[in-house]
């Protein structure tokens, strides 16, 4: 069975950067399309981007748009998100999803069905 896990959270200062990183193990990570989700403290859980199978196609959420970027690589089993010019309101933890489903124009959390424990994101000065 197919398990997720996530690395690269931490503590930075507003406008900075953070990879965070996604590695799989167990089936072959191309069956899957790959996404970041996010919950800040008393709000819901959103989707932040998402990645085809072969890596063809990105989503990105607005508030995504021109700061992160997401990629893959599967010969790695790996998923990055490279998030740059990061504000207070990007505070969550990040979470790694995956799905069977292709890509989609909306990302919902329900199409996924296997995640990581995530990883805390804090942005502060």
């Known amino acids: 069975q197919l398990q997720v896990a996530e690395s690269g959270g931490g503590l930075v200062q507003p406008g900075g950067s953070l990879r965070l990183s996604c590695g799989t193990s167990?089936?072959?990570?191309?069956?899957?399309?790959v996404g970041w989700f996010r919950q800040a403290p008393g709000k819901e859980l959103e989707g932040v981007s998402s990645?085809?199978?072969?890596?063809?196609?990105?989503y990105y959420a607005n508030f995504a748009k021109g700061r992160f970027t997401i990629s893959r690589d599967n010969a790695k089993n790996t998923v990055t998100l490279q998030m740059n010019s990061l504000k207070p309101e990007d505070t969550a933890v990040y979470y790694c999803a995956a799905s069977l489903d292709s890509l989609k124009i909306k990302m919902f959390p329900a199409d996924f069905g296997t995640w990581g424990h995530g990883t805390q994101v804090t942005v502060s000065s």
């Open positions: 167990g089936f072959p990570f191309d069956y899957y399309t």
């Open positions: 990645i085809s199978r072969s890596g063809d196609m990105t």
